[in-house]
C-alpha cells in the first residue's frame, strides 16, 4: 500500500519532466506545424549549459542562466534557420530540425567529451526530505515537482489570462487576421520558439542531476516526448499534462510490480502451455511488466492513433 | 580539357593517400566498439588506452620484429552486432588481421562466430579476435573457437570472488540481483545464483531482475523494489550511462548497503558517483590500480596522465592484451600468419606490469590472473579517476583467481 504512494510520486516526477520537455514541444506544433526533432538536444544543452555554469557560480544561477541562454540559441534557431527553410515546405523543415539535433549532439562531445559529467545535485537539496515505509524521498525531488508545477500554472496563466496568450492563441489559429491587425507574427512565432525551447532547457537544467549528464541523454529521452504530445493531441497544453502524466504513471508501475504474462493469460482462462520450452510463444508466456515498461507508452499511442487519431484533447483534424 | 584535370588531380589525390596508408603502421589492429550514441565514452575511452599502449609499450620500445608498428584504428559499431559484422568485413578487406571488442558480449558472439566462419572460408587472410572486456562465459566454453582470447577475467571468474567476499560477510543474508537484459546480464544473475547457493545456501535472493540495456531513463522504480525488498546488498554486471544511473538511483532513494559492480569506475562515473558512492560501491576487476602495486605501473600511469590529462586507465587488461600480443609476435616471427600467432599466445605465462602474471589457458584461450575486490573512495588513492578525488583501492587480492575452472570448450585447432 505504502509503495502505491511512493510509485505515484516517482511516476509524478517523470511525468512533470516529460511534461515540460513536451509543453515547448506542443506549442512549437500548434504553432509552425513543424514537429522539432531537435527539441531533446535543447533539454540536453540545458544540462550541460548549467553543469558548466553551476562549476563557476553555483547551481541556482545555473538554474536562472541556463534556460535562458537555452532560449536565446532557440530564438536565434528560429530566426535565422527555420524562418528560411519555411519557404520551402515542411520537409526541408523537418529535415532541418534533424540535422540540427544531430548537430548538437556531435557539437556537445565536441567541446565536452563523451564522458559523463560530475553534475550533482545542490547540496542544499541533498537530503531526504521524508519516508514511507523505509523508501526515502529525495528532497530534490519535490523541488523537481514544485518547478514543474509553477511552470505549468505560469504557461497556462499567460496563455489564458493575459493580452499576449491571446494573441499568441489568435496568431496559432488565424496568423493572416492577427498580422492584417497590425500584430508582428513572426515575432510572435520567434517567442514561443524560444520560450518553448527555454522549457525544454529548464527539464534539462533540473534532470541533469539525476538522469546523468551525458551526450545520449537527448537520444535516450527524444522519441518519447513525441509520443506524449500524439497521445495528448497535437497543440494541445493539457493533453501534454495528462499524456506526460499517463506516461510516468504507466512506466512507474509497469517497472515496479513484476506482473507475468502468464498470470495475466492465465487469469482470462488460457491455461499455459505444457512445454514452454519448445513453444512457439515462449517469449509471450515468460514476458514480466518491468520488461515491456518502456514500449507501453508507444503501444498506448498506437492504440490512440487508431480510435481517437486526434489525441486525447486535440482539436484539429489534420 | 577541365575534366581530364580534374580526374588527374583525383587519381593523384587517391595516390598519394594510397601511398599513405601503405607507409603508415606495419600491424595495423582494429578497435571495433560504441564510439558514439549511449555508450560512447565507454567505447573512446577503450580506444584511448589501447593507442596508448600500442605507442609506449611498443611502438616507443622500438616496435616488433625489428620495427615494425602497431597501429590502433577505430571502428564505430554503435553496440549493434549487425553493425560490428559490416565493420568487421571492413577491417578484414583493410588487411587487418587483429580484431579487437570488448564492449557488449552480445557483440562478441556475434564477432567470434563470424571469424570463425571467415577463417574457415579464407584461409589466406585469417583474422585473431582479441577479446579484452567482453565476459559472458560462453565465448571461453560452449562458444569457444582457435580464433578467440579472452584477456578479461569472466562473468565467472568475477563472480567466484564477489561471492567469496559476499560469503565472508556473515551481515549479509539478502542480496538483490539486477542486470541488463542480454547474455551478459542473463549470464552474471545465473553466477551469482549458482556461487552463492554453493558457498553460503543460507542467503536469500530477494529479487533476481533484468532491465532493458541503455533505454530505461529513470531508475528509480528499480530502486523501489529494491529497497523494499530488505536487501543487504545488491549485485549488478551494469556498465555505461546504466551503471551510474542505477548505483545514483539506488543509493539516492535510501538504499546504504554494499552495491558489488564489474564496472562502476571512470569514464564520468566516478566523478558523477563522488561522495554519494563512498562506502557503497564495490568493484571486482583485474588490474590494481591503488595503491600502485609496481613503478613500472605508476610510470606507465604517470605517462598516460600525461598524454589524456583528462583520462583514466580503468581497463588495466588493455596493456596487457597488446603486451602479449607483442610478445605472442616476437616468439612467432610473424605477424602475417595469425596462426602460428594464436599458438604462441595460448599457454603464454606473461609478466604484467600490474603485478602478478597473467597465464592464457590453452584449452579454453581464457586469461588467468590476479583478481582484486576494489572500493570507491578517496582515501589512499594515488591515481584519481576522472579528474575527481575519488578513485579505486583494493580491498582484497585473489591470485590466479579460478585457475582450475572447469570448462565445456572443445577447440579445434588448425
Partial sequence: ?318 | MKKIVKLGAVSALSLIVGAASAFAADIKIAFIDPLSGPFASTGTNGLHQFEFAADYMVNQQGGVLGGQTFEVVGFDNKISPKESLIQLQVAIDQGIRFITQGNSSGVANALTEAIDKHNRRNPDDRVLFLNYAAVDPALTNDKCNFWHFRFDANADIKMDAITDSIASNQEIERIYIIGQDYSFGKAVSAAANRFLSEKRPDIEVVGDELHPIGKVKDFTPYSRKIVASGADAVITGNWGADMLGLGKSIIENGFDGPIYTYYAAGSGITAAFGETGKGAIRLVSEGQINPPPTDEAAAYYQAFKAKYPDGNIDQSRISNTIGMLAQAIEAAGTADDVVKVAYELAGMEYESIWGGKVFMREEDHQAIQDIHIQEHTDEGITFTYDGSDYGVRSMKRIEMASMDSPTTCQMKRP
Avoid at chain 1, 501534454?240 to 512506466?251: D, E, Q, R, Y
Avoid at chain 1, 508501475?253 to 510463444?281: E, R
Wanted: aromatic share 12%; no cysteine; proline share 4%.
Fill in chain 1, 1 to 318: 500500500m505504502e509503495l502505491i504512494l511512493v510509485n505515484l510520486i516517482d511516476g509524478l516526477v517523470t511525468g512533470l519532466l516529460l511534461f515540460m520537455l513536451s509543453a515547448g514541444l506542443t506549442l512549437i506544433f500548434s504553432m509552425m506545424g513543424v514537429l522539432n526533432f531537435a527539441h531533446a538536444s535543447f533539454y540536453m544543452l540545458g544540462a550541460y549549459f548549467a553543469y558548466q555554469i553551476s562549476i563557476a557560480l553555483g547551481f541556482w544561477m545555473g538554474l536562472l542562466i541556463a534556460p535562458l541562454i537555452v532560449g536565446i540559441m532557440g530564438a536565434g534557431v528560429e530566426r535565422y534557420g527555420l524562418r528560411r527553410v519555411h519557404q520551402y515546405g515542411h520537409v526541408p523543415e523537418l529535415i532541418f530540425t534533424f540535422g540540427l539535433a544531430l548537430l548538437i549532439e556531435e557539437l556537445v562531445q565536441f567541446i565536452w567529451g563523451k564522458n559523463q559529467m560530475p553534475y550533482s545535485v545542490p547540496d542544499v537539496l541533498n537530503f531526504t526530505a521524508f519516508a514511507i515505509a523505509g523508501n526515502s524521498i529525495p528532497a530534490y525531488k519535490i523541488f523537481m515537482i514544485f518547478i514543474s508545477i509553477a511552470i505549468f500554472i505560469g504557461l497556462l496563466y499567460i496563455l489564458t489570462r493575459t493580452r499576449v496568450g491571446m494573441i499568441i492563441q489568435a496568431a496559432l489559429s488565424y496568423p493572416r487576421t492577427v498580422e492584417a491587425l497590425g500584430h508582428n507574427v513572426p515575432l510572435i512565432f520567434m517567442g514561443v520558439f524560444g520560450v518553448g525551447t527555454a522549457l525544454a532547457g529548464v527539464a534539462g537544467v533540473i534532470a541533469g542531476p539525476v538522469l546523468g549528464t551525458f551526450p545520449g541523454m537527448a537520444f535516450v529521452l527524444g522519441s518519447i516526448v513525441f509520443v506524449t504530445i500524439v497521445i495528448g493531441g497535437l497543440g494541445s497544453l493539457w493533453g501534454a499534462l495528462v499524456a506526460s502524466l499517463l506516461i510516468g504513471w504507466i512506466t512507474t508501475f509497469a517497472k515496479s510490480y513484476n506482473i507475468a504474462m502468464s498470470d495475466i493469460l492465465n487469469g482470462i482462462g488460457i491455461p499455459s502451455p505444457a512445454d514452454l520450452d519448445t513453444s512457439a510463444f515462449r517469449d509471450l508466456w515468460t514476458v514480466t511488466s518491468p520488461q515491456i515498461a518502456d514500449i507501453l507508452p508507444y503501444i498506448l499511442m498506437v492504440m490512440i492513433l487508431i480510435f481517437r487519431p486526434q489525441g486525447l484533447f486535440g482539436k484539429r483534424q489534420s
